[in-house]
């Protein structure tokens, strides 16, 4: 079956720094890849996103690019914040017609000033 | 445009006992999905509902069941509660289209605690 594997938290870095957070999966045909974050007390919220290959997702300074030969879509952002402080979860969806989302376990980040 | 929005936010339930969790579409959306997040895990598919009809099913128990409603509101029922139903419950709403459903949103959750 369908399966992500995310690298296990959780990541503490200090503002500004690099920040990578691996994700690999495992599907059948072509899935679609998300980031989703969750911010404390509130609901997943989509991050970005990439439906085909070698595409790249980006969206608040943040980016993932699609790799099928290495089954990855690791989120890397250059310079992270505090607000950046949250759980993100790698997803990926196969189905069409019901896009249901297999998520990984989550890594939480929380950036030091 | 108003939100997914789910109740109650929080409720505790003894184990064996019934409990229905309540989710309101974003407008415009026809296509409601639950998802169960155990603590410290990721979001796992438990059924989605379109058209009032559901519309494929995770790897849960039939006591877990749900409706759709014609406004494309939600339900999620679970019958003889067990310790391990302890939980946030997700809803999302997307929109059935010709080539997929649009992006989900989801809710901010219902925690429940089965004691």
């Known amino acids: 079956g369908d399966s992500v594997t995310q690298m296990e938290g959780p990541v503490t870095l200090s503002e500004e720094a690099f920040l990578t957070i691996n994700c690999t999966y495992t599907?059948?045909?072509?899935?679609?890849l998300f980031w989703y974050v969750q911010y404390p007390g509130e609901g997943l919220q989509l991050l970005l996103k990439a439906t085909k290959a070698d595409d790249k997702g980006s969206n608040k300074g943040f980016e993932a690019t699609y790799r099928k030969e290495t089954t990855s879509f690791h989120l890397e952002k250059g310079s992270v914040q505090v607000s950046d402080s949250a759980v993100y979860f790698c997803?990926?969806?196969?189905?069409?017609?019901?896009?249901?989302?297999?998520f990984g376990t989550g890594t939480r980040l929380t950036i030091i000033p | 445009e108003t939100g997914v929005t789910q109740s109650p936010t929080h409720l505790i339930k003894t184990r064996g006992q019934q409990v229905t969790l309540r989710c309101s579409s974003q407008?415009?959306?026809?296509?409601v999905s639950w998802y169960q997040q155990a603590l410290g895990q990721g979001p796992q598919f438990i059924f989605q509902y379109y058209r009032e009809e559901e519309n494929g099913r995770g790897n849960f128990p039939p006591r877990f069941s749900g409706l759709q409603f014609p406004n494309y509101s939600s339900e999620l029922n679970v019958n003889a509660l067990e310790l391990d139903d302890s939980a946030l419950y997700l809803c999302a709403s997307s929109s059935r289209v010709l080539t997929g459903n649009t992006e989900a949103f989801f809710g901010q959750g219902t925690r429940l605690t089965v004691v």
């Open positions: 599907a059948t045909g072509y899935p679609s």
């Open positions: 407008s415009g959306h026809n296509t």
């Open positions: 997803a990926l969806s196969t189905n069409f017609g019901n896009e249901k989302l297999t």
